[in-house]
């Protein structure tokens, strides 16, 4: 028989406290041993470098890199080593579990006493005869720590959560799955486990590896194909889940997720900042985090926009707007070309201009900033038509200089370059294509015109261009009306200087019309290309290499570096958008039509993990960016493709719900699931484990009293809890109240701790105790008002102050 421990003996813990000790300081001696290796290792790198051949270099690289990668994992598992011990009854591992590529992928336990042992920890360690120690997480051996319940116990008879500081193990909590098999373990355990969810927040998201529950391991160790779907209502545990199974995804798959990378996309900064710990401390660095307005190289949203304009900039239509935008004529480009050709004056006016225009933009969509050789050669060729029409073929061939001076003063009095006279007396075949071309091609007038006609332009400065309202229009068509034309020309007069979450969605979409600035020409300088001018390739913009261009010699890079390098940011442009082998989208139901297609472009080979919870979502048209999620993903084009056949691996879609909530203590869900009745009645709150004995308040303040109620209930929350404060306010729509400003003077003199934000950005995080302010006007401040209200009242772990100004709130809260 067992003997159960809890609550009654101290000293029985405390010798199985003292026992899992003995084994955690080997583990952590054979650690130190592996920690010197490492070192050892990178020093050995170097001493190879200094053979100084290139090949000796790059052994060196590689080394240097895998050694540092390696002694990095082993310091972030210096803290907590060890957390786990299953005991089981012995049985051989599932046949051929394929092992990942890390340590103690298939590593067995050890047997003791009839029964094998395993010990789970944050990375694998062996002995130096390479017998197990400690196994990782995320190897298959370590499946049933997460995975094994009283009715399916699969072999386990106790599992034990080793809590530790640093090196020391300071505490126990055990699960007997198995009585019948108990004989002689000792069982101990206190609810370490819904003690640990009551801990006061540091403002940091923290790893859960040690308490991973049943089903959301499920989520974290789902197929690493296709589309992983997550859904759970507020603090289920889904961005910790996410973050663990990136983690998970890197360490079975890291030459596939490793070398092409994995995307964190979070709503904001302030939440990226928020979990930004996790991945590293699972001792996974490598992957990216940016929320969605830093999703663009060299662009950094500062600002949100009101519910409105964001509805507006996130519609699907705004790809046709920006389409249309992209095509019309650059600010400043010339109305009218004029160049001569053997005394002959050949112009083309506005109306033809838009036509080549037009054709040259049908042809060359995606790549508009690389076309304009075509648009030379269109130009060319309209031209040529031009002179033919006006019988030029024949007076040329009669009079092969013609007036010439002549037209290069009326040139020169229009503020054109004079032609260059050079060649004009040449006589090969004049009047034929050839030399027409040659001759245009020669003349400033023309070089000049097609610079200024076909610019090489930039996202930002498109998207500005359209504060004029009348470019708006033209661009608009039948998708914005007016007050639609008006309030966006308005919000993006603030371009290039404040640029909204909303904005870098349409940045990115303008960059995938534009094109990549065109490449960087390595042809050389010749005398006879003329579209070379003052060295400058007009076609391409960039300066021409001169004879004495060298490849460039390269220094030796790590790989790290060499990627750093490719996403290397031109003119606020990326050189070349990244693409990721999985992406990882967090608060997935706010997503809108253009960040979708943002995210596609990023993921176009991808697998994804979504995350969401459709009863948070502040965006009011849910089916239109299902929509466009779904050609996101591929879904749709594949779907049709696939049909009657095998479904492609990348489509397959794998769907998870999580159902308890591990944030708010039953008192406080209680307050959010009443606001979920009404945002949502037919929708299912999540389950909450932890009482706290605390009652949510609601307070009833004058309207114009909010802010020093607010400020009054933060100075005593600051008095009972000791992590962090979160003080809602509404949005600040309209402009006169809840302004950012009026934000900073509210937690102005208050603790760190202490963050006042509006209720979009408190989406994701998580307080010890929220104070919310006047949940009526959240309410109807947007069409999904209730929505977002939800997201603002399950934000506490512990304490909750509501300030209403409204009587009836307080029982629509509490009643
Ligand atoms: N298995 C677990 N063990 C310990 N803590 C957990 C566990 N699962 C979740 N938590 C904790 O619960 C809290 C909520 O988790 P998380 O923020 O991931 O939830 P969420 O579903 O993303 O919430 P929201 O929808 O509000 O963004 C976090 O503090 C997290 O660390």
């Known amino acids: 028989m067992s003997s159960p421990a809890t609550g009654r003996s101290g000293t029985v813990k405390d010798q199985e406290i003292a026992a899992e000790q003995e084994y955690v300081d080997v583990a952590y001696r054979r650690l130190e041993e592996m920690r010197a290796a490492a070192q050892e290792m990178i020093k050995e790198g170097y001493r190879q470098a200094q053979a100084g051949t290139k090949g000796s270099l790059v052994d060196r690289d590689a080394m240097v890199h895998q050694a540092a990668l390696r002694a990095q994992a082993l310091d972030i598992a210096d803290d907590g080593l060890v957390f786990g011990r299953l005991d089981l009854t012995p049985r051989p591992l599932p046949g051929g579990a394929p092992a990942g590529d890390g340590d103690g992928a298939q590593a067995p336990g050890r047997i003791v006493d009839g029964r094998e042992v395993r010990y789970i920890g944050r990375i694998g360690v062996r002995t130096r005869d390479h017998d ?5 997480w995320r190897a298959p051996a370590a499946e049933d720590f997460y995975q094994a319940t009283p009715e399916v116990p699969r072999g386990v008879i106790r599992r034990r959560v080793l809590h530790s500081r640093g090196h020391t193990v300071v505490d126990l909590e055990d699960d007997l799955l198995d009585p019948d098999a108990a004989d002689g373990l000792t069982v101990v ?12 927040r540091e403002g940091a998201m923290r790893d859960i590896v040690a308490t991973i529950q049943r089903e959301q391991d499920e989520v974290i160790r789902a197929p690493a194909d296709g589309t992983v779907l997550v859904r759970g209502a507020p603090g289920t545990g889904k ?50 985090l940016r929320s969605l307005g830093d999703l663009v190289d060299g662009v950094r949203a500062t600002g949100h926009d009101t519910p409105e304009l964001a509805r507006l900039k996130g519609a699907a239509d705004m790809a046709r707007v920006l389409r249309r935008a992209v095509a019309d004529q650059a600010p400043g480009a010339p ?37 304009r050789a075509r648009a030379a050669e269109a130009l060319l060729d309209a031209l040529w038509r031009r002179f033919t029409d006006l019988g030029g073929p024949d007076a040329a061939a009669q009079s092969p200089d013609g007036n010439l001076e002549l037209w290069s003063q009326i040139l020169a009095a229009d503020g054109l370059a004079e032609i260059d006279r050079q060649g004009t007396s040449a006589a090969d075949a004049p009047g034929k294509r050839g030399d027409f071309d040659k001759r245009v091609r020669e003349q400033r007038a023309f070089t000049d015109f097609l610079v200024a006609w076909w610019p090489i332009r930039r996202p930002l400065e498109v998207l500005g261009s359209l504060a004029d309202a009348g470019r708006l229009r033209r661009a608009a068509g039948r998708e914005l009306d007016r007050g639609a034309v008006t309030a966006l020309a308005r919000s993006w007069a603030a371009l290039p200087d404040a640029v909204t979450y909303q904005d870098v969605a349409l940045l990115d979409e303008l960059d995938a019309l534009l094109g990549p600035p065109p490449r960087p020409s390595r042809r050389r300088a010749r005398e006879d290309d003329p579209y070379v001018v003052d ?25 790290i570096e060499r990627i750093e390098r490719s996403r290397r940011v031109d003119d606020g442009v990326a050189e070349e958008r990244p693409e990721y082998a999985h992406i990882v989208v967090d608060e997935a139901q706010d997503l809108s ?25 502040a965006w009011e048209d849910l089916d239109e960016a299902r929509r466009a999620m779904e050609a996101a993903l591929g879904g749709e084009q594949r779907e049709r493709k696939s049909r009657g056949r095998r479904r492609p691996a990348r489509s397959v879609r794998h769907e998870y719900e999580l159902t308890t909530n591990y944030r708010n203590s039953t008192e406080i869900a209680a307050v959010a699931t009443r606001v979920l009745a009404m945002a949502l009645p037919e929708a299912r709150p999540a389950r909450a ?18 802010e020093a109620a607010a400020r009054a209930a933060v100075e005593e929350l600051l008095t009972r809890v000791e992590g962090t404060i979160g003080l809602i306010v509404p949005l600040p729509v309209g402009g006169d109240r809840w302004t950012p400003a009026d934000r900073e003077r509210l937690a102005a003199g208050l603790p760190e701790r202490v963050q006042a934000l509006d209720v979009l950005e408190a989406k994701g995080l998580e307080f010890d105790a929220a ?39 307080r029982e629509n809260l509490t009643s």
């Open 593 to 617: 039509p253009m960040q979708w297609r943002m995210l596609g472009r990023r993921g176009r080979q991808a697998s994804w993990t979504i995350v969401e919870d459709p009863a948070q979502s």
């Open 335 to 371: 109305g009218e070309l004029r160049v001569v050709y053997r005394g002959v004056i050949v112009a083309l006016d506005r109306p033809a201009l838009d036509r080549i225009r037009g054709d040259v933009h049908r042809r060359s969509r995606g790549s508009v900033n690389a076309a």
């Open 189 to 200: 355990g206190d609810g370490a486990f819904l003690a640990s969810l009551a801990r006061t």
């Open 689 to 706: 484990v932890r009482s706290s004995g605390i009652m949510p308040v609601v307070d009833v303040v004058p309207s114009a009293g909010l």
């Open 239 to 288: 961005t910790a889940v996410a973050l663990h199974r990136v983690a998970y995804l890197l360490f079975r798959h890291r030459r596939r997720f490793g070398s092409r990378g994995v995307l964190v996309v979070g709503p904001n900064r302030r939440f990226t900042a928020y979990i930004e710990r996790v991945l590293p401390s699972l001792g996974e660095g490598s992957a990216a």
């Open 771 to 809: 104070v919310i302010v006047a949940p009526e006007t959240i309410a109807i401040q947007s069409p999904r008002g209730l929505r977002v209200l939800y997201v603002a009242v399950s934000r506490a772990t512990q304490y909750l102050t509501v300030l209403t100004a409204e009587p009836g709130w």
């Open 535 to 559: 060295g400058i390739n007009i076609l391409t913009g960039q300066e021409v290499a001169g004879d004495d261009w060298e490849p460039e010699m390269q220094e030796l890079t790590t790989s």
């Open 132 to 136: 197990s120690l400690v196994i990782d």
